[in-house]
């Protein structure tokens, strides 16, 4: 830890040197060979209660939530429901007067079948494996930096929440109301998704809303009576087009899918149209949404056919306000004093540090782990900033209580 002496307190110092890198990497190691993709609940139980015992070293509460209920729509247009795995829930010291929330997730984006389930060195130092930065080296990080905390004389006025959930990679639609339910109260959030090689952290966010649009027409025979039918699949075709030309300065949208169709001789009744809004900003945001139905009403009129729109914008953008910049501000410091150099830039990934910041809550959410390529086989970590963010992360607890806030 290459830290100047004036920079930390006798205290601090005593705290930061509590961290094991060693015993950091070997719990990454052993939680990234399990496969804890988004739909392996097998894995995503056996992931999950190895987590909650290795969290048990903290002087809370700790337990396992189960998901609510989310709906998906199949290729047929029936709605069913998709399970999900449990949520990890820990809360320590609710009545302090400093409370904080701090966020992680379980599932990668690797299924069960996935031909990327090993570990591998890349070079000294540079680790190669499913979810080894996003994000099972950041619960490592958050996990050491409070272990950390609860060394220092100050724990006893820092009480803070813990949630790690099973579905943030596809959107955590089953533990979104449990993330605004624990942000509730509470002073300022950490997030631990990765950040870039060189520390970089994610500034301002765009928002991502996600939707599937049921088109419902009449099917006829292709030759004898086609005035008769009503094209789903070029009435879904006509809606993309439409959808796609919303696209401007703050606002993206892709579509990305069109299900439905049938023989070549059946004007086909049925098609779903899969697409994916990023609006830079809430005003973007509920234009998106407002045109996006405007677009399905003169679809079904024109058409003649039914149009039924599921879906929402489950991570709304996350700008940086007064407190964000606060918090930003005091982790640079933080990483000042640790010998770091901490920026950050925007960026058009979202994370559930979107939907805590729509909670009013200030928020950095790139406090894991340095590395990249993720959601890819070429994903990797690098090692030595285990305890680089570990250090961060406690000094920064440590210095909101010293504070008593921003």
Known sequence: ???SPACLTGSERACLETIDQTAMLSQVERWATINSGTGNLAGLAQTAQLLADAFSVLPGDVRLVDPAPVDAVRADGSIDTIQRG??????VRPQAPLRLLLTGHMDTVFPVDSGFQSLTWLEPGVLNGPGVADMKGGIAVMLAGLRAVETSPLAATIGYDVMINSDEEVGSGSSAALIAELAAGKLAALTYEPALPDGTLAGERGGSGNFSVIVTGRSAHAGRNPQDGRNALVAAADMAVRLKALTREGLSVNPAR????????????HAILRVNFRPQSLEMQAHADAALRQIADAIGREHEVSVHVHGSFGRPP????????????????CGAALGLEIGWRGTGGVCDGNNIAACGVPVVDTMGVRGGAIHSADEFLITESLAERARLSALTILRLAEKRGL
């Open 1 to 3: 830890m290459t830290t």
């Open 86 to 91: 449990q949520h990890l829930v820990v809360q």
């Open 258 to 269: 069109i299900d439905g169709g049938s023989a070549n001789n059946v004007v086909p009744d």
């Open 318 to 333: 996350k700008p940086i306000d007064p407190g964000a910049q606060k918090l930003f501000g005091l982790v640079k410091d």
